[in-house]
């Protein structure tokens, strides 16, 4: 199993709903990272976990949540989201976050989020 | 910090045609890794090739093959016998060696393959 799983695909919700993006693999990777991507742009990291903690935060806004319950499972948790944060949210996971097997990033295929 | 330049935003070529994608980097690391990301319409990021700046010999797969010219930084992507699933944006990204955080991506070069 190479894959990795995000649900929902696509997901509307109003500036005051409270949602999670779920995201989850099966290699055995110790590292799981979230890329937010706008239309025509290329990715921008938003946060790393490794070991089930988190890594990296990209001074992204706390209206964004993530959470590493397991070694196999991340969720981003979304409250009082802006349009402005409508975009693909891509989840990764890799083996390490550094050394050996850092570069075998495997992507997931995304959730669409459109904010209103 | 490293930089990722893709000098055409838009390309296109005729099914069973090749065609060439730019990329050029710059960077003062001396091991680091290339890649090749492929995103169709469907969105999902796809691995197309990934090169290590170490091994001299392009990296090949299938219909996909690189020039890695180390010394003047370019890392180009041919495409050969274009099919029109080969249509999407192509981002071509750096990473520093064992550090799966610090990848950087170009801007991306949206190809159409036409019948």
């Known amino acids: 199993d190479t894959e990795v799983t995000q649900t929902p695909k696509h997901l509307v919700m109003g500036m005051t709903n409270k949602k999670s993006l779920k995201c989850e693999q099966h290699?055995?990777?110790?590292?799981m990272y979230w890329y937010k991507q706008k239309a025509k742009k290329p990715p921008e990291l938003m946060f790393v976990y490794s070991y089930e903690k988190l890594s990296i935060n990209e001074s992204v806004p706390s209206r964004f949540s993530p959470e590493c319950p397991n070694s196999s499972l991340l969720n981003l948790h979304l409250h009082a989201l802006q349009p402005e944060d409508s975009a693909l949210y891509l989840c990764?996971?890799?083996?390490?976050?550094?050394?050996?097997?850092?570069?075998?990033?495997?992507f997931g295929s995304g959730t669409q989020l459109s904010v209103l | 910090a490293q930089t990722v330049t893709q000098s055409q935003p838009e390309m296109s070529v005729q099914e069973a045609e090749t065609v060439t994608l730019s990329c050029t980097y710059d960077?003062?690391?001396?091991?680091?890794?290339l890649f090749w990301y492929k995103q169709p319409p469907s969105r999902q990021m796809i691995l197309v090739i990934r090169q290590e700046a170490y091994k001299q010999q392009n990296a090949t797969e299938n219909r996909f093959s690189v020039n890695f010219q180390k010394a003047a930084k370019s890392f180009s992507l041919k495409i050969s016998d274009s099919q029109l699933g080969d249509t999407a944006m192509y981002f071509c990204a750096f990473m520093r060696s064992y550090s799966g955080y610090a990848l950087n991506f170009g801007k991306g070069t949206s190809l159409l393959v036409t019948p």
């Open positions: 290699m055995g990777h110790r590292a």
């Open positions: 990764a996971s890799s083996p390490s976050f550094e050394g050996q097997g850092a570069e075998k990033l495997f």
């Open positions: 960077t003062s690391e001396n091991n680091y890794y």
